[in-house]
């Protein structure tokens, strides 16, 4: 029985440039892409066309397991266009004999796993292999080394990623022909993707976004990130649900303000015990003060937060007195070279100590990543992104400035057996 009726009716469904990827059978090939493509949704289509067809095991190894999820939510939807088109054109029924969040098997014995980024836990599985989001992965190395087995057993590995640094695995993969001969290697910015169809407003991206951090994102430019203060093996992306950490253990907020190119930043961590989870952070782009103002007071009490601390300089003066003069419990920060410093070198020491914890958030990890350790022409050290006047790494700087609320501020710390 043919599955080619299967096979065309995709054919409308994905652009040029998705195509080319899709139907690209070497067994070593590498995308550099831009953001907002479509990238899940190839690998989740590839992933049940190999494995329901080809008659393969299929790995998706993922940054974290928040990821990893997300790409079955892809995965199950392709499954749903195979049972529909299998049931209408054949009258044949497409089952699972497992099916979970981790793993889809289909009744030839195959399965489709998607796990998280560990040389520990994907060691002992054998199909071809997706190394998704690659440059958000720890230890790229290792996780390579430790499937490499796998492909070296007939199977096919594709790698794709957004660029990051010039210093990890998938830049030298990428750039490095002689060391990877096998590869084919594809690049799609996001310039390619509207010129194949993709329907995007590039003005609206760029909107709040530097031109560095633009060029990376979208256009495929790798960033010499070789100075990083905070490199990507050190930044503790952890897998926890925001529901599950104690509801009664306290909050803090912090906040970085700015407006027009800069993005006003709130964040929002909880402490447990000595650790530091971030439970949320929002974006305010090109917001009046006045309704920064409000929606700050509206997460300081939706989260019930102990203590506050918003930054100061510049435009936030006005902003962080009125917010004083509403709670007492939320103080001004000034933003100086040495309170930079102490922020960063803090919120290093947190990750390196696994006493603070992310959720997995590319732009935010970016933006920490982004931070580098400079020396002055004058002797001293700045912390700063290489776009830091154009409005780079807010993020970061808000989760800073909340950690350091977290750790210095005299507020009751409610203890938890679980914990």
Same mark, same amino acid.
């Given at each position: ?14 652009? /040029? ?36 067809? %080809?008659?393969? *095991? ?59 980024? *560990? ?39 594709? =790698? ?14 990428v750039t490095n022909k002689r060391k990877y001969p096998k590869f084919k290697r594809h690049q799609t910015t996001i310039l390619d993707a509207q010129a194949d169809g993709l ?8 909107? @709040? ?5 633009? %060029?990376?994102?979208?256009? +495929?430019?790798?960033?010499?990130? @070789? ?14 649900? =925001?529901?599950?950490?104690?509801? /009664? ?6 906040? /970085? ?47 019930? +937060? ?30 100086? *070279? ?22 997995? %958030?590319?732009?935010? =990890? ?12 004058? @002797? ?7 776009? %830091? ?20 501020? *005299? ?9």
């Amino acid at each position: 029985m043919s599955l080619d009726p299967i096979r065309r009716s995709k054919a409308g469904y994905f652009l /040029d440039y998705q195509k080319k990827w899709i139907t690209d059978k070497s067994k070593f090939k590498i995308l550099t892409k831009s953001r907002q493509i479509g990238y899940t949704e190839m690998n989740g289509y590839e992933a049940v066309d190999e494995t329901y067809r %080809d008659n393969v *095991n299929t790995i998706i190894c993922s940054s974290s397991m928040r990821q990893s999820r997300q790409i079955m939510e892809r995965v199950e939807k392709w499954i749903e266009v195979y049972r529909s088109i299998l049931f209408n054109k054949f009258g044949r029924k497409l089952n699972l004999l497992i099916d979970n969040q981790t793993q889809k098997q289909f009744e030839n014995g195959k399965s489709i796993y998607a796990l998280p980024s *560990n040389p520990n836990t994907i060691r002992g599985f054998f199909g071809n292999v997706k190394l998704d989001e690659f440059t958000l992965h720890k230890n790229q190395k290792k996780i390579y080394e430790a499937l490499y087995p796998t492909i070296m057993r007939g199977y096919r590995i594709s =790698i794709g990623a957004t660029p990051l640094s010039k210093t990890d695995l998938f830049h030298e993969i990428v750039t490095n022909k002689r060391k990877y001969p096998k590869f084919k290697r594809h690049q799609t910015t996001i310039l390619d993707a509207q010129a194949d169809g993709l329907v995007v407003d590039i003005e609206e991206l760029r909107a @709040g976004l530097d031109d560095e951090s633009f %060029d990376q994102e979208f256009l +495929c430019v790798f960033l010499d990130a @070789g100075g990083t203060f905070f490199p990507i093996d050190i930044i503790n992306v952890e897998d926890y649900e =925001i529901t599950d950490l104690p509801a /009664d253990s306290p909050n803090y907020l912090g906040v /970085d303000v700015g407006r027009v190119k800069d993005l006003t930043v709130i964040s929002i961590v909880k402490k447990i015990f000595n650790k530091i989870y971030l439970v949320h952070y929002e974006v305010l782009k090109k917001k009046k003060f006045g309704e920064q103002r409000e929606y700050i007071k509206r997460l300081f009490q939706y989260y019930q +937060c102990e203590y506050g601390q918003i930054d100061e300089s510049g435009l936030g003066m006005q902003l962080a007195e009125e917010l004083n003069e509403w709670n007492k419990n939320i103080a001004g920060l000034a933003f100086t *070279n040495q309170s930079k410093a102490r922020l960063a070198t803090q919120t290093r020491k947190m990750f390196e100590n696994k006493d603070l914890s992310i959720y997995d %958030d590319r732009d935010l =990890i970016v933006d920490i990543h982004s931070i580098n350790k400079n020396v002055s022409n004058a @002797g001293n050290i700045i912390f700063q992104s290489d776009a %830091d006047a154009n409005g780079h790494a807010d993020r970061f700087w808000s989760l800073a400035i909340a950690v350091d609320t977290a750790l210095n501020k *005299n507020a009751k710390i409610i203890t938890h057996n679980q914990y």
